[in-house]
T-cell receptor, first 115, second 115 residues
Framework: AQKITQTQPGMFVQEKEAVTLDCTYDTSDPSYGLFWYKQPSSGEMIFLIYQGSYDQQNATEGRYSLNFQKARKSANLVISASQLGDSAMYFCAMRDHTGRRALTFGSGTRLQVQP | DGGITQSPKYLFRKEGQNVTLSCEQNLNHDAMYWYRQDPGQGLRLIYYSQIVNDFQKGDIAEGYSVSREKKESFPLTVTSAQKNPTAFYLC??????????????FGEGSRLTVL
């Protein structure tokens, strides 16, 4: 069974600094996808970035990058130049390419950006 | 604009009553999903459907029921058998196909409170 672990319940970062949110995963499927979503206090889920298990390069989307270390089964999210609007819950999720194909989510990390 | 509409946004229910949460999408996606989120927690899969007239139980299906009579609609009924129904419910949809990442597109959520 798939499992996603986010070990940081909360993180603080100063505005304009970079921050890394940790995510480790466990799956027996050789083909899978890893996602990060942002959830502001309003509750909506905002897709940030995707990494496929066979992608050779780490994914990047603007200020977001994914530090993918396949051997360690980790997929950490790096946010550069933090902004006050980045304060939110962040969820790591995984989808395997067999079976149910629904995303399995981690427990989340609450990020607070301080001025 | 294309998207997912959930209604109602807030719902109050007395113990022992069934309640149905609506989810409609105009993205022409084949797959739809229901997740439950408790305060400070990640998302847990209740039910999912990859095609009309077919659906599967997720990890916490007990006390819930769904139907998928139309591609656009995937209503969730919270029955009186659900022991602790107070939660935030999120509906999502995705494209089906190995060539796609499987990214989920979410509605804005429905917050159910049992009095």
């Amino acid at each position: 069974a798939q499992k996603i672990t986010q070990t940081q319940p909360g993180m603080f970062v100063q505005e304009k600094e970079a921050v890394t949110l940790d995510c480790t995963y466990d799956t027996s499927d050789p083909s899978y996808g890893l996602f990060w979503y942002k959830q502001p206090s309003s509750g909506e889920m905002i897709f940030l970035i995707y990494q496929g298990s066979y992608d050779q390069q780490n994914a990047t989307e603007g200020r977001y990058s994914l530090n993918f270390q396949k051997a360690r089964k980790s997929a950490n999210l790096v946010i550069s130049a933090s902004q006050l609007g980045d304060s939110a819950m962040y969820f790591c999720a995984m989808r395997d390419h067999t079976g149910r194909r629904a995303l399995t989510f981690g427990s989340g990390t609450r990020l607070q950006v301080q001025p | 604009d294309g998207g997912i509409t959930q209604s109602p946004k807030y719902l109050f229910r007395k113990e022992g009553q069934n309640v149905t949460l609506s989810c409609e999408q105009n993205l022409n996606h084949d797959a739809m999903y229901w997740y439950r989120q408790d305060p400070g927690q990640g998302l847990r899969l209740i039910y999912y459907s990859q095609i009309v007239n077919d659906f599967q139980k997720g990890d916490i299906a007990e006390g819930y029921s769904v139907s998928r009579e139309k591609k656009e609609s995937f209503p969730l009924t919270v029955t009186s058998a659900q022991k602790n129904p107070t939660a935030f419910y999120l509906c999502a949809s995705s494209i089906v196909g190995l060539e796609n990442t499987g990214e989920l597109f979410f509605g804005e959520g429905s917050r159910l409170t049992v009095l």
